[in-house]
Each structure stands twice: as structure tokens, then as C-alpha cells.
């Protein structure tokens, strides 16, 4: 039931966005002082009233539903009952902190849509953002976790330099804010440190020096929250018109990942949790700049593309970008569909490898790029989490982690989840008790998927492990052991899993469907560090046509149901019955605290 304080700020039509809007001069942290109070003390755990407790055991009164539906700003179409409980069950947790969402309470329910999703090499998803970018008249807004020279990097400079020029020809300026995670000893004074343009030539920032864009205003801040606080939030908003929420970070990996791009009334939300992440004072805009500063016609044009990775093709509307972005992976009379995709998926790594697959049949093709769109704009909500810094798992009562137990708990029907590591023993049990009551379970994670990591003890442990603890709660249950499929990520071009120690193919997508009708899309994995730690966004959408095209998008991109089933060892075996190459084995408390240290002192060193 959402209480009556929270109804009220719902309700309260003021939000950071619009105070902003009304005193430019004003900073996020005053005015969410202002609205909300000082947010520093938490109130880590559960309330005993939380209606996801309750799972099905009590039903939701109608009058409850209509609470949570009176909290948002929906379409035409009324939310679903699904929706709305899991709407409920987030809402709940601003009764502790009213920006535990990380967006002002009257935006968190809103509508919108999604013309466009992406899965594909991070590569891929970089093009899009970079196409964005150069079509900015006002404001960019890029917010991400980790920031590295790379491929990826590289684009979305390259796309701030031709934004500069662009701006030169209708004698404007366009503000950028950018974002990333970057932890270092200032950050125990203060989480947000303005980063300098003297040092955006740096090793890891490879950003422009201010003479190199004229017509951008550009501040960049360094955010980390001591100790693991860490900003996992990954997102682009585009003059308040466009937004991406995605999986990916700013670097080079072998990672498949997944985008949405939104638009209508969701962008206000998303664009209300920048300003929020953000904090300090922004510059203000200058709407001229006199006169141009360039007379090169021809980054209006937008060159032919070369077989150049980091070459910035743009293309003038959506449907163009997807026939481009399409063509690569299918077939030419040169190379076969699996050739094609092989060689798509080798680009962006050091060490190539060949295909084990089979050929790719009519009807199968790999499709990066799909549509998403609806005839009408559809029930979406935020369900985020702020940075909790504390060495100790306690906050985790937040609406990322709600609105998550909550479609677990309340489908009736199917619970679909993709993403690296799935290892917390909330969901797990949540997972268990969903197949015992008939629900069908999937879920794919990636095999090996930072095990350094995952196996240090408090952390929730390598997904082989998670599995045998899911299997062990279900021990002797045979018909709810049948309704429980988990699998490796196998790649489009792959007929195995590939350990992620290998890094040639791995998958970073986060995704969850229930009952093929409410889809959870975003930054947050479902392991410990998001659960518990990072600062998250992701967007609940409702409608069964966007689920069913996810459920497509995901299937058509990868060959993971075809060949990444695990054992009932919770491990996955090839046909001698032999663990893929790279397998951790089942380290305990000790071994596990040795090698997981031993693995973080290498990858700090890379």
C-alpha cells in the first residue's frame, strides 16, 4: 500500500527538473535540499509492511492498485495489474528516502516509447550514441561507469568535435555534461570532482581540449562514492527529446550488450535523474555565439562509411541507421551470414577466434538493430537505486531491487532474465519459490563473468555456485526442477560457451521480462555490487508488444538457448561431459578470498 507521505510527494508537482527550469542559477543539492531534505541518513532494511513480503499469500486490493495508479502519469491505456503492484512495491521505498529512485517522486511513473532497441557489440551501440550526439541543438547529458581510450571512446569524441562544427553553422552553442565513475582519494572529501580540460589529454579521458570544440561548453565531473559506491549508470539524453538507458560502458570488450532508445515523457524522468546524479552548479547555455565559426559544408552531409571501425558514419533518421547498422552482419557473395557476424564479433577484440557455429539459416539472421515502436505511447516507470558507499550489504531496500522481486513474486506465467551474474539470495530464493508455485523460469548469465570478483566471500559467489544454490532449494521438487532453464551465453557465431577469462565472447545485458508483459531494461546486474553498492537506472516498461520484440531481439542475436544449457551440476558440460575450458571449480571461503584478490590486483593492473 503506498502511504499517504508518499502519495503526497507524488503529488507535489514540484520536482528538481522544474525548480531547476524556473532558477538556472539554483544547484541540484540545494534544491534537493530544499524538497527532500538532507538524504544522507538511510534506513537500510525492509519494513515489515512491504507488500512484496507478502507474495502472493495476501492479494493486492483493488484500492491499493489504484493508489499506486494515482502516483503516475500514464497514457491512455491503464497499467497492467503486474505493473502497477511492482509500481507499488517501489514506491514504497521512498518512505525511508524520497529520492531512493534516484528521480523526483512525481516523475517516476510516467509513459513513453521505444522506437528503436539495440543488441549488438558495444561498438554498435556507441555508433547510435554518437549519431545522437551530432544531432544536439541544445544540451548532451552522457552518463556511464567506466571511461577508457578505446574504439568506443573515440566515437564519442570524434562526435563532439563534428557537434562543435555543426553548432559553428547555425551560430549556436551546445552545452555537454559528462559523467563517469572514477574513484580516487579527493572523492572521500566529496563524491563529485570536476574534472579539468588540462588533463582531458589524459592516458583513460582522451576527451577534446576546449580549442578544438569552440562551440560546445563542456564539464566533466569524476563521481565515486567511498568505498563501493560505484556509478553504474548508463545513460544519453539528447535535448530533452531523446533518451538511451544501456548496459554499456565507455571501453573495448568482447561484450554483446543491450540499448533502448526512448522517447516522449520518460526523457523528462530520465533527464530529472542527471540532474540529480549531477548535483552541482551547471552552466548555463548561451543560446548564440555571434556568428559562425566554420563554413565546412560538408559535416552537414555525413561521409560514406569505410570498413573502418571508428569511422563516424551518420545517417539522417532512424530506419536508415537500422539498414546500415543490419547489412554488416548478413551475408555478401564474398562471406557467408556466420562469416559475416564472425567477423563482426572479432572486431572490437585482441585476440580473433574462428566460428563453431553452424551457418546461419533464412529467417535467423543476426539483427542488431530492431523496432521497438508502438501506436501509442505505453506505461513506463524508473526503478533505480542510489550509490550506498558502506563496506556492509545493507542497502538494499531500494526500487531497483522492488520492482525485481516483485515481478518475480507476483507472474503467473513466465520470468525471463538475462544478464552476467546472477548470484543474490533474495532473488534466488524469490526464483525458487516462482517455480514451486508452476512459474516457468529462464535466465542466462555469462560463463565466468568476472569470477575474481564473484567468488571473494560476501559477494554472492561464481554463477555455477549461485546455481547449485538454487538447485538445493529445490532438491526433490522434480516438476519444479523442469521448469527451471538456465544458460551460459553462447555467441551468434559460437556453438559453446566461452569461459569470460578468454575475453573473445561474453554478454552484458540486463533484462527482465515477466509473464512476456512487464520488461525491466538497464544498468543493474543481478549480483551483489548492484543489488547492494552502485548507482543504477533502469526502466520498467509495460506493454506486451515491447516484450515480445525484446524476447525476439534477444534470441535472434545470440545462440545461447540452442547451446549454453547447464547441467544439473550447475556447470555447463560439452558432450564428453567435460566443464568448459577456464571453469573456476567451487573455490571455498579461503581459496576463494585468495584467488578473487589475486584476480583484482591483475585487473586493477591491466
Not at 567506466?146 to 568535435?161: C, E, G, Y
Not at 546524479?277 to 566554420?294: C, D, F, H, V
Not at 535472434?556 to 568448459?580: C, H, L, M, Y
Request: proline share 6%.
Amino acid at each position: 500500500m503506498v502511504s499517504q507521505y508518499v502519495y503526497d510527494l507524488c503529488h507535489g508537482g514540484a520536482t528538481v527538473s522544474s525548480e531547476l527550469a524556473k532558477n538556472p542559477k539554483d544547484t541540484p543539492e540545494k534544491i534537493i535540499e530544499r524538497l527532500y531534505g538532507n538524504q544522507k541518513p538511510r534506513t537500510p532494511h525492509r519494513p515489515s509492511h512491504s507488500s512484496s513480503d507478502d507474495g502472493d499469500k495476501q492479494d493486492v486490493s483493488q484500492d491499493a492498485l489504484q493508489r499506486a495508479y494515482e502516483c503516475g502519469k500514464w497514457p491512455r491505456d491503464q497499467p497492467s495489474r503486474l505493473f502497477l503492484r511492482a509500481f507499488a512495491d517501489s514506491l514504497a521505498c521512498l518512505d525511508a528516502n524520497p529520492l531512493a529512485g534516484m528521480v523526483s517522486p512525481p516523475l517516476m511513473g510516467s509513459s513513453g516509447v521505444v522506437p528503436l532497441t539495440i543488441i549488438a557489440p558495444l561498438v554498435s551501440l556507441m555508433h547510435h550514441c554518437a549519431n545522437l550526439i551530432r544531432k544536439a541543438r541544445k544540451e548532451v547529458f552522457f552518463i556511464t561507469c567506466t571511461w577508457k581510450s578505446s574504439i568506443a571512446q573515440r566515437l564519442i569524441r570524434d562526435a563532439l568535435v563534428d557537434l562543435s562544427k555543426r553548432a559553428g553553422l547555425r551560430g549556436e552553442r551546445v552545452m555537454v555534461r559528462i559523467m563517469f565513475d572514477q574513484p580516487g582519494v579527493w572523492h572521500a572529501v566529496d563524491s563529485h570532482q570536476f574534472v579539468k580540460p588540462s588533463t582531458y589529454d589524459s592516458k583513460h579521458i582522451q576527451l577534446p581540449f576546449p580549442h578544438e570544440i569552440p562551440n560546445l561548453e563542456m564539464e566533466v565531473i569524476g563521481l565515486h562514492t567511498i568505498f563501493l559506491g560505484t556509478l553504474h549508470s548508463k545513460l544519453l539524453i539528447v535535448d530533452g527529446v531523446a533518451a538511451t538507458v544501456m548496459s554499456n560502458n565507455v571501453e573495448d570488450n568482447a561484450n554483446v550488450e543491450m540499448m533502448t532508445h526512448l522517447e516522449g515523457p520518460i526523457v523528462a524522468s530520465i533527464y530529472d535523474t542527471a540532474l540529480i546524479t549531477w548535483r552541482k552548479n551547471l552552466k548555463e547555455r548561451p543560446s548564440t555565439i555571434g556568428q559562425a565559426q566554420t563554413t565546412d559544408k560538408t559535416v552537414e552531409a555525413g561521409a560514406t562509411r569505410p570498413e573502418n571501425l571508428e569511422d563516424p558514419h551518420y545517417d539522417s533518421d532512424l530506419k536508415e541507421e537500422m539498414a546500415y547498422a543490419n547489412q554488416g552482419y548478413d551475408a555478401t557473395e564474398k562471406v557467408s551470414r556466420l562469416e559475416a557476424v564472425n567477423h563482426q564479433l572479432n572486431l572490437a577484440i585482441k585476440n580473433h577466434i574462428q566460428p563453431t557455429g553452424p551457418e546461419i539459416a533464412d529467417g535467423r539472421e543476426m539483427t542488431p538493430y530492431f523496432s521497438t515502436m508502438t501506436s501509442q505511447p505505453v506505461p513506463m516507470a524508473l526503478v533505480s537505486r542510489p550509490a550506498y558507499g558502506p563496506l556492509d550489504a545493507g542497502d538494499t531496500y531500494v526500487p531497483q531491487n522492488e520492482a525485481w522481486l516483485s515481478l518475480v513474486r507476483n507472474a503467473k506465467r513466465k520470468i525471463f532474465i538475462q544478464t552476467p551474474d546472477l548470484n543474490v539470495d533474495s532473488l534466488l530464493k524469490a526464483l525458487a519459490e516462482a517455480v514451486k508455485r508452476g512459474v516457468e523460469i529462464t535466465y542466462y548469465v555469462c560463463f565466468g563473468y568476472n569470477d575474481a570478483g564473484e567468488m571473494i566471500p560476501g559477494q554472492g559467489g561464481t554463477n555455477e555456485q549461485a546455481a547449485r544454490r538454487l538447485f538445493a532449494l529445490l532438491e526433490g521438487d522434480r516438476q519444479a526442477l523442469q521448469l527451471l532453464h538456465i544458460y551460459n551465453y553462447v555467441g551468434k557465431d559460437q556453438d559453446h560457451p566461452i569461459h569470460h577469462s578468454f575475453k573473445s565472447r561474453s554478454c552484458h545485458i540486463k533484462l527482465l521480462i515477466a509473464d512476456e508483459t512487464v520488461g525491466i531494461q538497464g544498468s543493474g546486474n543481478q549480483d551483489t555490487q548492484s543489488w547492494c553498492h552502485s548507482q543504477e537506472v533502469n526502466v520498467m516498461v509495460d506493454s506486451p508488444e515491447v516484450c515480445a520484440q525484446w524476447r525476439w531481439g534477444i534470441e535472434q542475436n545470440q545462440n545461447t538457448r540452442a547451446f549454453g544449457r547447464i547441467s544439473d551440476e550447475g556447470v555447463w558440460k560439452d558432450a564428453d561431459g567435460v566443464p568448459g575450458q577456464g571453469y573456476s571449480g567451487d573455490p571455498g571461503m579461503v581459496d576463494g578470498l585468495v584467488r578473487g584478490v589475486i584476480g583484482m590486483v591483475k585487473k586493477a593492473m591491466a
